[in-house]
């Protein structure tokens, strides 16, 4: 029986990973500049500061590094502010959830601003009963404090909480741990998705699909 559900946000309720390779491309196009084919491709893998200082070495920007870095934040912040949307079958879902009087939290890598406006914007926030961050914990997914900080303010067992992931690496942290692990389908992360369908407990490809798992909570 499930007793407690924590909830990863980027990729799983909101379809929001395109930023992060975007991001590059809207904030030159913000300065006016048209960036080159393929150039969201080429600043994804990079932090950051690689990808400011590559903007500006290649863009002769007259914009210091940590100028452009600011103005990549804000150009994130925006997104999360104002355009974010929902994934399919998410507000259902997390009703569904509400109605079964199953209590639920975040567990995220994005910052708390960020989840808080969206969230507020999309009409969700009252649904989830805290907001943990990774920066917050002080580690990422690759190590469960996140999860079992969720679960401790829960009340909850780990094998009683349903952990709802879309990247591999972060699934396996959870099921590692002994959480339910849940995955949702996200675009980016098609070259792992068979080996995220072996690992989770359940693989939806989005939360419209979960019928079944309301006959085995």
């Known amino acids: 029986m499930i007793k407690g559900a924590v909830f990863d946000v980027d990729g799983t309720l909101l379809d929001s990973m395109e930023i992060w390779e975007e991001v590059g491309v809207r904030y030159l196009k913000n300065q006016g500049i048209e960036p080159e084919p393929g150039l969201s491709k080429l600043l994804f893998p990079m932090t950051v500061e690689e990808a400011a200082c590559y903007m500006k070495e290649n863009y002769h920007l007259s914009q210091s590094v940590n100028q452009i870095i600011e103005g990549v934040l804000h150009t994130v912040r925006d997104f999360y502010y104002y355009e974010a949307p929902l994934k399919h079958g998410v507000e259902e879902f997390l009703e569904e959830m509400r109605q079964r009087k199953i209590p639920m939290v975040i567990a995220t890598s994005s910052e708390r601003d960020h989840i808080d406006a969206a969230f507020q914007r999309l009409g969700i926030a009252h649904y989830f009963e805290r907001i943990f961050t990774c920066s917050e914990v002080g580690v990422g997914k690759s190590q469960p404090l996140v999860y079992q ?23 396996r942290t959870a099921k590692k741990a002994g959480f339910h692990t849940v995955a949702v389908y996200d675009r ?3 070259d792992d998705q068979e080996e995220i369908k072996k690992t989770a407990d359940r693989y939806y490809a989005d939360l419209r699909m979960a019928e079944d798992f309301w006959k085995e909570i």
């Open 149 to 171: 900080k969720a679960a401790e303010y829960l009340g909850t067992k780990p094998g009683d909480t349903c952990v709802f992931e879309d990247v591999l690496h972060a699934i």
């Open 188 to 190: 980016f992360s098609d």
